[in-house]
Protein backbone atom coordinates (compact mmCIF):
# COMPACT_ATOMS: atom_id res chain seq x y z
CA UNK A 1 0.00 0.00 0.00
CA UNK A 2 1.40 3.33 -1.06
CA UNK A 3 0.82 6.54 1.18
CA UNK A 4 2.04 9.52 0.75
CA UNK A 5 2.12 12.81 3.44
CA UNK A 6 2.50 16.09 3.10
CA UNK A 7 4.21 18.22 4.81
CA UNK A 8 5.12 22.12 4.92
CA UNK A 9 3.47 25.46 6.76
CA UNK A 10 0.38 26.51 7.23
CA UNK A 11 0.77 30.02 6.91
CA UNK A 12 3.38 32.03 4.22
CA UNK A 13 3.10 35.97 3.67
CA UNK A 14 2.57 37.03 0.25
CA UNK A 15 5.54 37.37 -2.00
CA UNK A 16 7.45 34.48 0.01
CA UNK A 17 8.06 30.95 -1.14
CA UNK A 18 6.07 27.96 -0.30
CA UNK A 19 7.58 25.04 -0.14
CA UNK A 20 5.58 21.74 0.42
CA UNK A 21 7.36 17.94 0.66
CA UNK A 22 5.56 14.85 0.28
CA UNK A 23 7.22 12.27 1.77
CA UNK A 24 5.92 8.67 0.06
CA UNK A 25 6.40 5.23 1.64
CA UNK A 26 5.01 2.03 -0.15
CA UNK A 27 7.13 2.33 -3.14
CA UNK A 28 9.72 4.10 -4.82
CA UNK A 29 9.78 7.47 -6.62
CA UNK A 30 12.04 6.18 -9.32
CA UNK A 31 9.48 3.07 -10.12
CA UNK A 32 9.11 2.91 -13.71
CA UNK A 33 5.94 4.25 -14.63
CA UNK A 34 4.98 6.39 -11.82
CA UNK A 35 4.39 9.84 -11.89
CA UNK A 36 4.07 11.78 -8.58
CA UNK A 37 2.03 14.91 -9.00
CA UNK A 38 1.08 17.90 -7.26
CA UNK A 39 -2.55 19.03 -7.25
CA UNK A 40 -4.28 22.06 -4.88
CA UNK A 41 -7.97 23.17 -4.46
CA UNK A 42 -8.73 26.95 -3.39
CA UNK A 43 -11.69 27.31 -1.32
CA UNK A 44 -14.58 26.93 -2.85
CA UNK A 45 -13.37 25.42 -6.01
CA UNK A 46 -12.35 22.50 -8.13
CA UNK A 47 -9.07 20.60 -8.16
CA UNK A 48 -6.55 22.36 -9.93
CA UNK A 49 -3.42 20.86 -11.13
CA UNK A 50 0.08 22.29 -10.62
CA UNK A 51 2.69 19.69 -11.85
CA UNK A 52 4.19 16.76 -11.62
CA UNK A 53 7.71 14.98 -11.48
CA UNK A 54 8.49 11.39 -13.31
CA UNK A 55 10.12 8.26 -12.08
CA UNK A 56 12.94 9.77 -14.37
CA UNK A 57 12.90 13.13 -12.88
CA UNK A 58 11.12 15.27 -16.27
CA UNK A 59 8.74 17.64 -14.89
CA UNK A 60 5.64 19.40 -16.06
CA UNK A 61 3.79 22.68 -14.88
CA UNK A 62 0.78 24.14 -15.75
CA UNK A 63 1.05 26.76 -18.15
CA UNK A 64 -0.64 29.09 -15.48
CA UNK A 65 2.11 28.61 -13.08
CA UNK A 66 5.22 27.36 -14.70
CA UNK A 67 6.65 30.64 -13.98
CA UNK A 68 6.92 29.94 -10.26
CA UNK A 69 6.69 26.35 -9.76
CA UNK A 70 9.56 24.22 -8.96
CA UNK A 71 9.36 20.18 -8.07
CA UNK A 72 12.19 18.14 -7.27
CA UNK A 73 12.76 15.12 -5.66
CA UNK A 74 15.08 13.19 -3.08
CA UNK A 75 15.99 9.90 -3.88
CA UNK A 76 17.38 9.16 -1.05
CA UNK A 77 14.39 10.29 1.38
CA UNK A 78 11.93 9.06 -1.13
CA UNK A 79 10.28 12.20 -1.20
CA UNK A 80 9.34 14.74 -3.48
CA UNK A 81 8.89 19.04 -3.36
CA UNK A 82 7.63 21.35 -4.29
CA UNK A 83 7.92 25.14 -4.33
CA UNK A 84 6.17 27.87 -5.61
CA UNK A 85 7.58 31.67 -5.80
CA UNK A 86 5.84 35.18 -5.29
CA UNK A 87 2.76 33.74 -3.75
CA UNK A 88 -0.55 35.78 -3.14
CA UNK A 89 -3.94 35.29 -1.34
CA UNK A 90 -4.93 33.75 -4.79
CA UNK A 91 -2.55 30.21 -3.58
CA UNK A 92 -4.61 29.24 -0.63
CA UNK A 93 -5.75 26.08 -0.55
CA UNK A 94 -5.36 22.64 -0.05
CA UNK A 95 -2.61 20.93 -1.41
CA UNK A 96 -2.51 17.43 -2.61
CA UNK A 97 0.37 15.10 -3.44
CA UNK A 98 -0.76 12.03 -5.32
CA UNK A 99 0.64 9.45 -7.56
CA UNK A 100 -0.66 8.46 -11.26
CA UNK A 101 0.08 5.87 -13.75
CA UNK A 102 -0.71 8.28 -16.67
CA UNK A 103 -0.87 11.81 -17.41
CA UNK A 104 -1.87 13.50 -20.58
CA UNK A 105 -0.76 17.60 -20.50
CA UNK A 106 -2.57 18.43 -16.93
CA UNK A 107 -4.79 15.60 -16.57
CA UNK A 108 -3.69 12.64 -14.56
CA UNK A 109 -4.95 9.23 -13.61
CA UNK A 110 -4.82 9.21 -9.38
CA UNK A 111 -4.29 6.38 -7.41
CA UNK A 112 -3.17 7.14 -4.79
CA UNK A 113 -3.93 10.39 -2.69
CA UNK A 114 -2.05 12.05 0.06
CA UNK A 115 -4.17 13.54 2.59
CA UNK A 116 -3.59 16.77 1.87
CA UNK A 117 -2.53 19.92 3.70
CA UNK A 118 -3.70 23.43 4.16
CA UNK A 119 -2.12 26.72 3.26
CA UNK A 120 -3.07 30.18 3.72
CA UNK A 121 -1.19 33.25 1.87
CA UNK A 122 -1.99 36.25 4.46
CA UNK A 123 0.32 38.73 6.08
Known amino acids: QVQLQESGPGLVKPSQTLSLTCAVSGGSITTNFYIWTWIRQPPGKGLESIGYITDSASTYYMPSLKSRASISRDTSKNQFTLQLSSVTPRDTAVYYC???????????????WGQGTHVTISS
Open 98 to 112: ARSHTCSGAVCLIDY
